[in-house]
């Protein structure tokens, strides 16, 4: 009876050791996939402008960024983001912003640090540079050809990326990166009664969802 007692409590001493080596075995994963707004500037900021002036593009964010509900912290090292920007002319009042013809043509650009390299008839590469942990870009652009335009930066991601302050309990932590947008002289003054009036695309009233609208419009007279 002993020996059979002692046996029991062998066995038992082992299951629990079992679990206990199973459970230290699994891992906890993480996946987050958080938006972020990247800040840029264009200036001066107006409503019309006169053939043969000059707006400036400006970008500068740091390496080290905090998602778009300012919850948690994301690293950008050397990082490979996909930039671009696309500028049209808003002559078709029963197409949306998106069907505009491409007019990248009508401008010139003077570049900095970076720049905006025209490629088609509508659209451009943006070239941020990387130094000193921030991501910057500076450009002129020249205007030769009077009407009414839209200019979007836009940036996107297809990496993950790093985490500066990760949540405890995880032993692996994906830093997806969402949502990108470029949010232009922060949010102020973009315009968007143009493109109300001239495109079938309603700008006038965002809702609070809607905040990934990285588009200045602006008039161009002779």
């Known amino acids: 009876m002993v020996t059979k007692l002692n046996t029991y409590k062998i066995r038992?001493?082992?299951?629990?050791?079992?679990?206990?080596?199973?459970?230290?075995?699994?891992?906890?994963?993480?996946?987050?996939?958080?938006?972020?707004?990247?800040p840029a500037s264009l200036s001066p900021v107006k409503e019309s402008y006169i053939v043969?002036?000059?707006?400036?593009?400006?970008i500068q964010f740091d390496k080290i960024l905090e998602d778009r509900e300012k919850k948690i912290k994301y690293l950008f090292e050397n990082y490979n983001f996909e930039t671009s920007?696309?500028?049209?002319?808003?002559?078709?009042?029963?197409?949306?912003?998106?069907?505009?013809?491409?007019?990248?043509?009508?401008?010139?650009?003077?570049?900095?640090?970076?720049?905006i390299f025209p490629f088609g008839s509508g659209g451009g590469e943006l070239d941020l540079v990387f130094t000193n942990g921030?991501?910057?870009?500076?450009?002129?652009?020249?205007?030769?050809?009077?009407?009414?335009?839209?200019?979007?930066?836009i940036i996107n991601t297809s990496q993950p990326a790093q985490l500066i302050n990760p949540p405890v309990?995880?032993?692996?932590?994906?830093?997806?990166?969402?949502?990108?947008?470029f949010i232009l002289n922060s949010g102020e003054g973009l315009n968007f009664h143009l493109i109300t009036q001239n495109t079938a695309s309603n700008y006038d009233n965002p809702s609070p969802d809607d905040w990934a609208r990285p588009v200045f419009a602006f008039r161009v007279e002779e």
């Open 134 to 153: 921030s991501y910057v870009l500076s450009s002129s652009m020249i205007l030769r050809k009077s009407g009414v335009y839209a200019i979007s930066l």
């Open 12 to 38: 038992e001493c082992l299951l629990i050791l079992t679990l206990f080596f199973l459970a230290s075995c699994t891992k906890e994963e993480l996946y987050l996939s958080k938006d972020f707004e990247f």
């Open 85 to 115: 920007v696309r500028i049209v002319e808003l002559t078709n009042k029963s197409e949306p912003l998106a069907g505009q013809s491409g007019s990248i043509q009508s401008f010139q650009f003077l570049n900095k640090v970076g720049g």
């Open 169 to 181: 309990g995880y032993d692996q932590i994906t830093a997806g990166v969402g949502a990108t947008f």
């Open 52 to 58: 043969g002036d000059t707006i400036d593009i400006k």
